[in-house]
């Protein structure tokens, strides 16, 4: 069904009314999915949320989308890899993450449908470029829970490197003005997994700014 929206306030859409059309059939009942349906493991729901989330690191649709927000405008902005070059890149086996991209070769590129030497060589050429991004915009596109392109901001701003950031403690962290007991409680839970921190430190060793 359509709804009628108008701008309330400043920022936030109001919705008055569905927008009934004369002969138009209703559709069935939406129905919150208790599985992913990428992987098919039991969604989870955190308390005081209403959104429900796949707790599979290695669900092939959390990957994807994963790599993906990482090349993003706002975040790596890695121009030429979206949706259709990343699932290529996955399903070749090039990247299992984010850190794969910083391997990649144009040779090994050129071997792929519809890459020609030019669009290789422009992809590699934007993952180079993409090392010299700030802490920041790292910091968005590593997808922590809870941590938007602003909060990103305050935390390089208050903490200036990775390194730093990492060995600061939850308490730490709700410290910085206008980052509340959530943000440092998935902040400082990231950075407890070993996973993330040999990412971290692989995207290091490839030349990002941290």
Request: charged share 25%; with cysteine; aromatic share 4%.
């Amino acid at each position: 069904d359509r709804v009628a929206v108008i701008r309330a306030g400043e920022v936030i859409p109001q919705i008055l009314r569905p927008v009934v059309e004369e002969g138009a059939r209703r559709g069935p009942a939406f129905e919150m999915p208790t599985e992913c349906p990428a992987c098919g493991t039991p969604v989870e729901r955190p308390v005081d949320e209403v959104m429900r989330y796949c707790p599979n690191v290695s669900c092939p649709g959390r990957i994807l989308e994963g790599i993906v927000h990482f090349a993003g405008r706002d975040a790596m902005d890695i121009r030429g890899l979206g949706y259709e070059r990343v699932r290529q890149l996955l399903e070749a086996k090039l990247i299992a993450d984010v850190g794969d991209l910083y391997d990649l070769k144009v040779e090994q590129l050129v071997q792929l449908d519809r890459f020609a030497e030019q669009s290789a060589s422009q992809l590699v050429a934007a993952i180079t470029a993409s090392r010299a991004r700030p802490l920041s915009n790292l910091l968005f596109g590593l997808g922590i829970r809870h941590v938007g392109k602003n909060v990103a901001q305050l935390l390089a701003r208050r903490f200036g490197t990775m390194a730093a950031l990492q060995a600061a403690s939850e308490e730490a962290i709700t410290e910085v003005p206008g980052v509340g007991p959530s943000i440092a409680m998935a902040v400082s839970g990231f950075f407890a997994a070993p996973r993330n921190r040999t990412l971290v430190e692989r995207l290091a060793r490839a030349g990002l700014r941290q």
